[in-house]
Nanobody
């Protein structure tokens, strides 16, 4: 089973930026659909962004469109989430997830990294 490790979270002021990284174990990273989710206190986990195995197709929840960018480097087994123009409502634990090439489900999750945006 693939293991995912996130990093890059922290405390940032509103309007600032952070880049999250998600490193995957194994040799088949370039076949995975990768995604980012987040969970704020007292709320359900929600989808943030995803991209297909090649990085050519990306999807975002409406609230982050134009501010967040998902990308991947298959040579480094790493997926990224560049977050710009951060808002206090972006505060959450951010999780990366891996799924099969068809994106039908998510079969592995990271442990999460905390992002806190102060006003």
């Amino acid at each position: 089973q693939v293991q995912l490790v996130e990093s890059g979270g922290g405390l940032v002021q509103a309007g600032g930026s952070l880049r999250l990284s998600c490193v995957a174990s194994g040799r088949t990273f370039n076949t995975y659909t990768m995604g980012w989710f987040r969970q704020a206190p007292g709320k359900a986990r929600e989808f943030v962004a995803s991209l297909n195995w090649s990085g050519a197709n990306t999807y975002y929840t409406d609230s982050v469109k134009g501010r967040f960018t998902i990308s991947r480097d298959n040579a480094k087994n790493t997926a990224y989430l560049q977050m710009n123009s951060l808002k206090p409502e972006d505060t959450a634990v951010y999780f990366c997830a891996a799924g099969p090439i068809d994106g039908s489900t998510w079969f592995s999750w990271g442990q999460g990294t905390q992002v806190t945006v102060s006003s």
